[in-house]
Structures are given as C-alpha cells and as structure tokens.
C-alpha cells in the first residue's frame, strides 16, 4: 500500500463530514448577528477564538497525514526533474534551431519581395520578373508545427502608451504596510489609501 493510500485510509471522512456540516450551519446563523456593542464584541472574539483553535488542531491532523506523500513526491520529482532536464534543454535547442531556419527563410522571401516592388515602381519589369522568380518558396516540415507570432520588445519604456504599463500593486502593498503603525501614510498620486482592520485571534492567523 502506498504512502498516500494510506493516508487516505487514515481519513476521518465522518469526522470532516460533521465538521462541515456545524460549521456550514454555523455560518447561516453568525450572517445574522450583530456585532454592535462592546458586549456582543466579547462575543465574537470567543468565536474567533474557537474557530483558530478549531481550525489549528484540523490543520495540524491534515498535515501528519500528509507528509510522507509530500515527502515522496519530492523525491520523486526530484528523480525525474534530474533525468529530464537535458531532454527539455535539447526539446528546447531544437525548436530553436528549427525556428531559426524558418524566420531565415522568411527574411529572405520578404528581401527579395521588397527588391522586386522597387523594380517595380522604377519601370524595370524584368527585374521585377526576375525578382519574383527568386522568392524562396515556403514548405511546411514534416512533424513540426510553425506558428508565426509577434514577440514585443521594449526599446523606449518612457514612450510605451499608459494603456500597456502594469501598476506594481505588490511594491504597493509594500509601501503600505511599512507605515502599518502609522496613523497617516505619504500620499502616492493615483493611490488612494484606506484605514482597514485585520482581524486575527490571539496567537493564531
């Protein structure tokens, strides 16, 4: 029997199944209490209190069952990880080179069609002929699929449209929580910033 054959035979179904089932009826009934007043506060820092504990000794079974699965696992990935990493780097080489071959033919053909429309517009339609005659042809390989994309490239960041720049919301959340302990925080333009509580039992997340 496997590692986690076991811990799945390890698994109080029942045991979770009721658990679920206080907690999902619990929380139809919390949705509509208040929490108003200092006592009915009291009150809800109990339950906190109840649930972290709740939550912490579930956890903790969760994990006893499954470390030796995370254990295998890992030295499984790790096997293979090994073995395989030269075949994708070589998977990887060949795509390129294969890549390389087509975006060569491709320069090539877009080359000599450019020659031919400047013989084009000077008058010169045998040199036109001739240029269109030398235009290598496309051919598809056999076992490989070419797919022609469009690959970015910044070259100026400072002319790139608003409408492509990311606002870094984790340097941000960063920022902000540098001045946790504060009651006022540095204003950012474009950022407006809120007071909000985190609730978390003692002791606990």
Not at 91 to 114: G, W
Not at 144 to 170: F, G, I, S
Not at 181 to 186: A, C, L, Q
Request: glycine share 2%; net charge neutral.
């Amino acid at each position: 029997m496997t590692a986690e054959q076991t811990s799945l035979v390890a698994v109080d179904k029942n045991k979770l199944a009721s658990l679920a089932h206080r907690w999902t009826e619990a929380l139809s009934i919390l949705a509509d209490l208040p929490c108003s007043s200092a006592a009915e506060e009291e009150w809800w820092v109990g339950r906190l209190d109840a649930a972290q504990m709740e939550l912490k000794s579930i956890e903790a079974e969760r994990e006893e069952l499954v470390r030796p699965i995370l254990r295998d696992k890992k030295l499984v990935d790790a096997a293979f990880k090994e073995a395989t990493a030269p075949l994708e780097k070589a998977k990887d080489l060949i795509k390129q080179k294969l890549a390389a071959r087509q975006e060569t033919l491709r320069a090539a053909q877009v080359a000599v069609q450019e020659a031919a429309r400047l013989a084009a517009v000077a008058g010169d339609h045998a040199a036109c002929a001739q240029a269109l005659a030398a235009i290598p042809e496309t051919h598809s390989v056999d076992g490989a699929k070419t797919q022609w994309v469009w690959e970015p490239a910044v070259v100026d960041a400072a002319a790139v449209p608003r409408e492509y720049l990311a606002v870094d919301e984790k340097k941000l959340a960063a920022y902000a929580k540098a001045f946790a302990k504060s009651e006022s925080i540095p204003a950012v333009p474009g950022v407006s910033f809120r007071r909000a509580a985190r609730m978390s039992a003692k002791g606990g997340k």
